[in-house]
């Protein structure tokens, strides 16, 4: 399943350019055209899901396994790796800019220029917590 527009069905489809890394019967592997870092690596299920939560549970930890042979790949590879940062953006605010499910790969070294910022000096009370878990706890779907 494919949708019109959409770069990585294209590149699926083999109607549009990708460095392969990898793929198998569900997923593909290829290199991103805007690296992040240098070995920057994208992992998409080669079924349309412009969403995570349009994505069907199977499918996604076939994308789960990629990206992990992927990370395993790059560390014993000949490119600069010494952790692995792997990233889902998922809707625009979160910094999603293709709508096709994907994971990015990221091999990460000291002074790679690529940061996550996170203030972990002011966690909420157990309370805002509890009170959270409670909300999202209400719509998990087993």
Known sequence: MSEPDCVFCD????????????????????????????????????????QLADLDESTG???MQMAMRCAA?????????????????????AGQDVFHTHMHVLPRSSGDGFGLRIDYDR???????????????AHVSS
């Open 123 to 137: 966690p909420p009370p157990r309370s805002v917590l509890d009170d959270q878990a409670a909300l999202i706890s």
């Open 61 to 63: 930890a076939r994308v």
């Open 11 to 50: 590149i699926v489809a083999g109607d549009a350019p990708a460095s392969l890394v990898a793929e198998d019967a569900t997923t593909m592997a290829f290199m991103d055209i805007n690296p992040a870092t240098s070995g920057h690596v994208l992992v998409v299920p080669k079924s349309h899901a412009a």
């Open 73 to 93: 790949a790059l560390r014993r590879s000949e490119i600069r790796c010494n952790g692995i940062n792997l990233f889902l953006a998922d809707g625009a605010v």
